[in-house]
């Protein structure tokens, strides 16, 4: 992986990141079953580390895995190793609860997406956060050959998420950003936005949501954080203030 600091494994400490970890036989590497999580660390501190160890332990109730006893163990080592800005990923699998540490990847200032509709999702996986990613990925990797930079999933016209962001919408000071549910994850991100807004003159509404209207439209996810959107399908999105003044005051909850 480029970029790799530092890996950390439960009953061995850290690791050469170069030194393979997963077993052949791992259900991560035979079925892509395996629970994950990504956060960011701003001065050596992991931003809402609690909640993503309690979404992380949600998914691996759900896919069956075994428990992730020492991840605030490994976590520790990972982080101490490592520059003191830096992503941090978890990986809970049949066999193996892993650490790790990478740079940070370049930051977009702003995002073009294209929309791609996924019809009915089913409800078995609702809210889990598992290594299954390939079909938002292959989504994205069209949507940048088609000039976009990321893909947004919609459903008979409704708004779901981007491949690894949840997605707002300004009308006045109403922000509106989808319920949760099938293709709609319960981003951590998303869940800080919700409470910042308020005390910047916002109203939040969690509903069915569409691009009609919309005034301002932008993204959020722990390591882009909030970045505004400025077109959908060639169509232009006009930037607002929203955007903005939520990432200031998100970069002072994660700075403290």
Known sequence: MSGLLAVAVAGRGLVDPDEPVFHADDEAVVRGSAAFETLRVYAGRPFMLARHVDRLRGSIAALALPPADDV????????GASDPDCVLRLYRSSRTLVALT??????????RLR??????????LAGVKSTSYALAFAARRDAQEHGADDVLFTASGTLLECATANIWVRRGRTLQTPKLGPRVLPGITREVVASLA??????VEETTVTLDGAEELFTSSSIMELVPVVDVDGTPIPRGEAAGTLQALLRKAALG
């Open 102 to 111: 990478a740079r940070l990847p370049p930051i977009p200032t702003e995002l």
């Open 72 to 79: 605030e163990e490994i976590v520790a080592l990972a982080v």
């Open 115 to 124: 929309t791609l509709d996924v019809g009915a999702v089913p409800e078995l």
């Open 198 to 203: 308020p005390g910047a003159g916002y109203e």
